[in-house]
């Protein structure tokens, strides 16, 4: 598969290190789903595509599997490892934990202008959810959860949420296209968006709590029907 463009690879390495392209392009491509759990990744095609030698490509896989994106089988090969629920389970643990404590942190202090802004990404969000366009959806989610983690100014938190993202991400992508949940994390985000508008610490602490809880809630029914996506 095509994990990027020849030209922007090159403009990418120029930039940074090169096993910091290859993984940043990994860990997109598995995140996204454009790598599927359980996919075998062909390091030789890789370093063709993405024109690397094989150590920055060995560098990044190193990386990937320590974040357990990524699993090397001697003998056998590489592959995107298939999504432990177990890994899910304590990354919606640790992204309850600070996601809640920062909007109770945020809230007695929430200016207008930043709940402006917020409330445009989540009008931005239904327009995408009427024109069905799931990728701007996902983008403009993302973008909701950061910039209610950068109202907090802590990069220690965002780098956690962060971390805890790769795991959460690519069940948030599988569960996008299921009805009824794209209206439902609107209506979520908004109740968020109502308990910062009154300044309410306990209230949005409590909507965000919901709003999490209620995605796992989603996921466990979706293992439930596609079990070769997923380990215990």
Do not use: W
């Amino acid at each position: 598969m095509s994990y990027s463009d020849p030209q922007l690879g090159r403009m990418a390495r120029k930039a940074g290190s090169k096993s910091g392209f290859v993984y940043e392009e990994l860990r997109s491509a598995i995140i996204s789903l454009k790598l599927e759990p359980g996919a075998q990744i062909d390091k030789a095609e890789l370093c063709k595509r993405l024109e690397v030698s094989r150590q920055p490509v060995s560098e990044a896989l190193a990386r990937l599997a320590r974040e357990r994106l990524v699993s090397v089988e001697p003998q056998k090969g590489t592959y995107v490892t298939r999504i432990r629920m177990s890994d899910v389970a304590e990354a919606a643990f640790v992204r309850e934990a600070l996601e809640v404590a920062t909007v109770r942190q945020i809230a007695p202090a929430m200016d207008d202008e930043s709940l402006d802004r917020l409330m445009l990404i989540v009008d931005y969000q239904s327009v995408a959810a009427a024109a069905r366009d799931i990728e701007e959806f996902y983008l403009l989610d993302v973008r909701f959860h950061a910039t209610l983690i950068a109202q907090l100014s802590f990069r220690r938190v965002a780098e956690g949420v962060e971390s805890a993202r790769a795991q959460t991400e690519r069940v948030r992508r599988l569960l996008l296209p299921t009805p009824g949940r794209n209206p439902a994390t609107i209506s979520e985000h908004k109740a968020i968006l109502a308990a910062l508008a009154r300044r309410d610490p306990a209230a949005a602490g409590e909507a965000m709590r919901a709003h999490l809880v209620n995605g796992l809630k989603h996921l466990h029914e979706f293992a439930a029907e596609r079990p070769d996506l997923f380990e215990p």
